[in-house]
Each structure stands twice: as structure tokens, then as C-alpha cells.
T-cell receptor, first 118, second 120 residues
Framework: GNSVTQMEGPVTLSEEAFLTINCTYT??????LFWYVQYPGEGLQLLLK?????DKGSNKGFEATYRKETTSFHLEKGSVQVSDSAVYFC?????????????????FGQGTILTVHP | GAVVSQHPSWVICKSGTSVKIECRSL??????MFWYRQFPKQSLMLMAT?????????EQGVEKDKFLINHASLTLSTLTVTSAHPEDSSFYIC????????????????FGPGTRLTVL
């Protein structure tokens, strides 16, 4: 079955530090990959996505590259801000034409808490 | 675009009562909505997949008679927690998948802000 493994947190950084949150996955076929962010007291928001190998998703200074050879989708940001403090979830879903009952279901990693200090 | 709302945002109820949570896609049509449960400091657990006009598909271990799901239209799905007990207290989140024309549909889910349920 599908699974997603994220680096354990919490991660604590100073403002302007470089961020990496590792994510690896196990899936049948070629899933779509996502990073979602959950700010305190809010629901999940899509941060970025990639749908095929070597695609790079990017948004708000964050980026992640779909690496098929290492089954990874690590999240990076060159200079974090206090406002980036949140929980980050890596996720995958099967492609629409994969069919079957697993289509469209998101499988989430356990989440990584990021705290950025001024 | 792609905004999903949930109502209520929080609810406190007595043990034994039923609570209904609404999930609406405000600016798009969603043929499929998903219901998740999130425990404190944990990941999201998929409870069920709801398709418009058909019965929901529940994940293993989720009681369908306990968590009633209705997806009556392309913009509304409801989750009713029946005879709620303190162990049902949790953060319930819905998501909606955007409907597209043609043979392929989007695989991006847009999430509601969640509903905090507390059962006393």
C-alpha cells in the first residue's frame, strides 16, 4: 500500500535559516505528490504539488522536486520567516487514470512541526 | 478560487446527542468530498469518501452507522456524528476535489478549515 514518511520534528530554526523537511514515499505506479501546510488554528492549505518525475513544485519561496529514483519529495526554503511557523504535511495520491478504489485518496505523512524564532 | 467552508467551526455537545457538520465548496463543483479526523499533534486520518448522489465509502474501522455522510449536491456534504461520546471529540476536516470537464479530473484536494467537536 501507499505510505509517506516525513522527518520527525519538531524543527526549530532562527529567522532567515535554510529549511529542509525530508519526505519519502512508497506507492504503486506514479503518484502525485503534495505539500500541505497547517497554520495554528486553521485547516490545511495546499502549498505546492508535483505530478511527475523531475517536476518541481514551488510557492511562497518553498520548493520540492519529485525524485522518482529516490522516491523523495523534500521541502526546502532558502530563508524562513517567523510566519512560516506551522505544521507541514507531505502527501501523495494516485493518478486519476490509475483507477481502482484508491484513486484520489490522499495518504499523509505524520506532519512536521516547524517553529521559527526571530 | 477553490474555497471550502465548514460549519460550524466548533461545537460543544452533551454525550448522547447528534451533531451535524456541513462542508461546502463555495466557488466550484465537487463530485467527491473527503472526511478526515485529526487528533492533537497527529496526522489526518481519512474516514470516508463521499461521492455526489451515491453512498459514501468508509475506511476500515470507521463505523458507518456512527458517522453518517450525505452528499446531496455538487457543493454540499454533511457528516453527522450520531450519539456522540467523549471519545468522538476531535478535529473533523473535509476536503473537496475539483471537478473538471472531460475524461480527467483534478487530483488536488482543497480543505475546509475544520470543525472542533467537544463532547462532554
Amino acid at each position: 500500500g501507499n505510505s509517506v514518511t516525513q522527518m520527525e520534528g519538531p524543527v526549530t530554526l532562527s529567522e532567515e535559516a535554510f529549511l529542509t523537511i525530508n519526505c519519502t514515499y512508497t506507492a504503486t505506479g506514479y503518484p502525485s505528490l503534495f505539500w500541505y501546510v497547517q497554520y495554528p488554528g486553521e485547516g490545511l492549505q495546499l502549498l505546492l504539488k508535483a505530478t511527475k518525475a523531475d517536476d518541481k513544485g514551488s510557492n511562497k519561496g518553498f520548493e520540492a522536486t519529485y525524485r522518482k529514483e529516490t522516491t523523495s519529495f523534500h521541502l526546502e526554503k532558502g530563508s524562513v520567516q517567523v510566519s512560516d511557523s506551522a505544521v507541514y504535511f507531505c502527501a501523495l495520491s494516485n493518478k486519476p487514470n490509475a483507477g481502482g478504489t484508491s484513486y484520489g485518496k490522499l495518504t499523509f505523512g505524520q506532519g512536521t512541526i516547524l517553529t521559527v524564532h526571530p | 478560487g477553490a474555497v471550502v467552508s465548514q460549519h460550524p467551526s466548533w461545537v460543544i455537545c452533551k454525550s448522547g446527542t447528534s451533531v451535524k457538520i456541513e462542508c461546502r465548496s463555495l466557488d466550484f463543483q465537487a463530485t467527491t468530498m473527503f472526511w478526515y479526523r485529526q487528533f492533537p499533534k497527529q496526522s489526518l486520518m481519512l474516514m470516508a469518501t463521499s461521492n455526489e448522489g451515491s453512498k459514501a465509502t468508509y475506511e476500515q474501522g470507521v463505523e458507518k452507522d456512527k458517522f453518517l455522510i450525505n452528499h446531496a449536491s455538487l457543493t454540499l456534504s454533511t457528516l453527522t456524528v450520531t450519539s456522540a461520546h467523549p471519545e468522538d471529540s476531535s478535529f473533523y476536516i473535509c476536503s473537496a476535489r475539483v471537478r473538471r470537464e472531460g475524461p480527467l479530473v483534478s487530483d488536488t484536494q482543497y480543505f475546509g478549515p475544520g470543525t472542533r467537536l467537544t463532547v462532554l
